[in-house]
């Protein structure tokens, strides 16, 4: 999978075809994050990613670190995004999230689409909007929010082991994990990369909502 304009067609019209799930529920707080594809550029630099830290027009997929210094979810693996401000679409509110925290402005024509929504256990339903950021583009990520930006290969999301399964004592579904390098992702950002990949990638129409979180990630 290359970053290029064949690519952004097919992410664009696998989404035009893909009939979205919204949430339901008055006491749920809207929020929104921003998928951006790019590509690989200088690698993700993690250890045991399959691919080397070499410049790659492979495409990509950007996500951060989250800081230590922040009450919530400090160092957890996330998409740029946040809560819906008043007055807010849920669109303005992922691009506005993605120029705070990583330095990336781009207008509602790099928008693709949405997956469905996700709701947290903190009870927020968050929507993915899926951003065509392209190749070369350049990021820095704002410290008071971010300690790192990584750009990781879509090949890495489609790894035999993906995604890792696991049961729990406190749901009937599932905790669900996707593997990266020698480290993994957890839901909810896990099964939004894993929505993305069956819906944007492979054209098949998965649904991801029931997933668990694990308790880490929500409290």
């Not at 064949?6 to 893909?18: E, H, M, V, Y």
């Not at 995604?163 to 020698?182: A, K, Q, W, Y």
């Amino acid at each position: 999978m290359q970053c290029n304009d064949a690519f952004k067609q097919q992410i664009t019209g696998q989404l035009s075809r893909f009939a979205v799930q919204g949430a339901d529920g008055e006491d749920l707080r809207p929020a929104a994050v921003a998928l951006v594809v790019t590509d690989e550029g200088p690698g993700a630099d993690l250890p045991g990613l399959t691919n080397p830290a070499q410049w790659s027009s492979s495409a990509a997929l950007l996500l951060t670190r989250r800081s230590e210094k922040l009450r919530n979810h400090p160092g957890q693996w996330a998409f740029p995004g946040g809560r819906v401000d008043p007055g807010e679409t849920l669109i303005q509110a992922a691009l506005r999230e993605l120029a705070e925290e990583v330095g990336i402005s781009l207008s509602e024509n790099a928008v693709l689409g949405v997956l469905d929504d996700f709701v947290t256990r903190s009870g927020f339903a968050m929507t993915p909007v899926v951003v065509w950021g392209g190749p070369g583009l350049r990021a820095e990520p704002n410290p008071a929010e971010v300690a790192s930006i990584h750009r990781i290969p879509l090949s890495e999301f489609m790894r035999a082991d993906a995604p890792l399964l696991d049961e729990n004592s406190t749901s009937e579904h599932p905790i669900l994990r996707m593997p990266v390098g020698d480290d993994y992702i957890a839901a909810p950002t896990a099964a939004i990369i894993y929505q993305f990949r069956e819906v944007c990638v492979l054209g098949r129409a998965t649904r991801v909502a029931h997933y668990e979180q694990p308790e880490f990630a929500w409290k």
